[in-house]
T-cell receptor, first 115, second 112 residues
């Protein structure tokens, strides 16, 4: 089955510290992986993606993610957290559906950055 | 200029009623989607259209009927609303092949 898992409902980090939000996936074939962020009462915004190439992908707002094929993971990272990073983060993967493809999302991780 | 716009933003209605949510995108994308986000924030795909053709139809009750009059518009009509339909419905669009999606701001449906 094609799926994506975010094992942590919530991650709490002090401002200025590094942060990691975890994601693992299961897909057929080569994975297309994404991270999105959702602020309160807003739609999801694209942060970054991995399709091919370097395992370390850089995205918006200083975020990056590391693709690890052997561990089937795509963890989101940031070297120094800001209070404004507090939001809901979704990992996503492109999955095959009949002759089409679709983006399926993990359950989300709420990131809380304390001053 | 809003890239993906949904109306209405909020919808409060009684059980048994019929309601519609409209979505328009001005990005020139070929593919549009409806996603449902429940109270626990789980996001689940419902439908996808590519150039007005239905390509994805997840296990959604047939009370839900999407309609795409052209590739820039995807509307969602819901018949006989139930309490469990209360959720935030997100429209999204993207290029063919399910790559990066652009989401609307969501339509919060409350069924009383």
């Amino acid at each position: 089955a094609q799926s994506v898992a975010q094992p942590e409902d919530q991650v709490n980090v002090a401002e200025g510290n590094p942060l990691t939000v975890k994601c693992t996936y299961s897909v057929s074939g080569n994975p297309y992986l994404f991270w999105y962020v959702q602020y309160p009462n807003r739609g999801l915004q694209f942060l970054l993606k991995y399709i091919t190439g370097d395992n370390l992908v850089k995205g918006s707002y200083g975020f990056e993610a590391e693709f690890n094929k052997s561990q089937t993971s795509f963890h989101l990272k940031k070297p120094s957290a800001l209070v404004s990073d507090s939001a809901l983060y979704f990992c996503a993967v492109r999955a095959l559906y009949s002759s089409a493809s679709k983006i399926i999302f993990g359950s989300g991780t709420r990131l809380s950055i304390r001053p | 200029d809003t890239a993906v716009s949904q109306t209405p933003k909020y919808l409060v209605t009684q059980m048994g009623n019929d309601k519609s949510i409209k979505c328009e995108q001005n990005l020139g994308h070929d593919t549009m989607y409806w996603y449902k986000q429940d109270s626990k924030k789980f996001l689940k795909i419902m439908f996808s259209y590519n150039n007005k053709e239905l390509i994805i139809n997840e296990t959604v009750p047939n009370r839900f009927s999407p309609k795409s009059p052209d590739k820039a518009h995807l509307n969602l009509h819901i018949n006989s609303l139930e309490l469990g339909d209360s959720a935030v419905y997100f429209c999204a669009s993207g290029p063919t092949g399910a790559n990066v999606l652009t989401f609307g701001a969501g339509s919060r449906l409350t069924v009383l």
